[in-house]
Nanobody
Framework: QVQLEESGGGLVQAGGSLRLSCAAS????????MGWFRQAPGKEREIVSA????????YYTDSVKGRFTISRDNAKNTVYLQMNSLKPEDTAVYYC???????????????????WGQGTQVTVSS
């Protein structure tokens, strides 16, 4: 089992920044990919970004490219999502997730991820 705990959400004005953190505990060596997802009211959960736990390669959905940066600290078992130039449409609950399977490509479906945090609210005011 892997336990994930997000932190760092909050209320920010448009154009501002936030940094989300996701601390992992438990069977962390089983993690292959860590992902950040978000879900806005009335919408489906969508992938925002992901990072390979070992090699560090990254994936971003088009709407956040150039604004968000994902990183990891293997020693601390923590993944970060630095969010800059935030927009009102970034408002959502942000979830951290872990995929334990080593895959050749990037999987955007939430179904590919086994472990989930409880989420942290990000609200961007206009």
């Amino acid at each position: 089992q892997v336990q994930l705990e997000e932190s760092g959400g909050g209320l920010v004005q448009a154009g501002g920044s936030l940094r989300l953190s996701c601390a992992a505990s438990g069977r962390t060596p089983s993690m292959a990919t860590m992902g950040w997802f978000r879900q806005a009211p009335g919408k489906e959960r969508e992938i925002v970004s992901a990072i390979r736990w070992g090699g560090g390669s990254t994936y971003y959905t088009d709407s956040v490219k150039g604004r968000f940066t994902i990183s990891r600290d293997n020693a601390k078992n923590t993944v970060y999502l630095q969010m800059n130039s935030l927009k009102p449409e970034d408002t959502a609950v942000y979830y951290c997730a872990a995929d334990t399977r080593y895959r050749s490509g990037w999987y955007s479906s939430p179904n590919a991820y086994v472990y989930w945090g409880q989420g942290t609210q990000v609200t961007v005011s206009s």
